[in-house]
């Protein structure tokens, strides 16, 4: 059974910077499809990055596009997020889920890892002055 550790989150100043990562037992990045998602408060999980199994290739939502990097190490079963320039809208629990898909990355293959894949526990991310 695929599980998946979140670590990296805390409190961050607007306009800082935060690496979460995202480790896998039961399963290899060589299968798994990895998405990070993201709960604020008071609101439904989002799926934001994903990064394909497959090809490597990667899909982010608008609003972290360009602020926000997904990347993989597959010898350490490791996936990251590299945020940067992080305001108040970026505070909530962050996980990171996997599916078994041999999709590229895409809207589509972000919705159904939110939806079907297994999630680790979470990691608070927190953007206060």
């Not at 926000?68 to 990251?80: G, P, W």
């Not at 590299?82 to 809207?107: E, I």
Request: glycine share 14%.
């Amino acid at each position: 059974q695929l599980q998946l550790v979140e670590s990296g989150g805390g409190l961050v100043q607007p306009g800082g910077s935060l690496r979460l990562s995202c480790v896998l037992s039961g399963g290899t990045l060589d299968y798994y499809a990895i998405g990070w998602l993201r709960q604020a408060p008071g609101k439904e999980r989002d799926g934001i990055a994903c990064i394909s199994a497959a090809d490597g290739s990667t899909y982010y939502i608008d609003s972290v596009k360009d602020r926000f990097t997904i990347s993989r190490e597959n010898d350490k079963n490791t996936v990251h997020l590299q945020m940067t320039n992080l305001g108040p809208d970026d505070t909530g629990v962050y996980y990171c889920a996997g599916l078994d898909s041999t999709y590229s990355a895409t809207y589509r293959l972000l919705v159904e890892i939110n939806v079907f894949g297994s999630r680790g526990q979470g990691t608070q991310v927190t953007v206060s002055s």
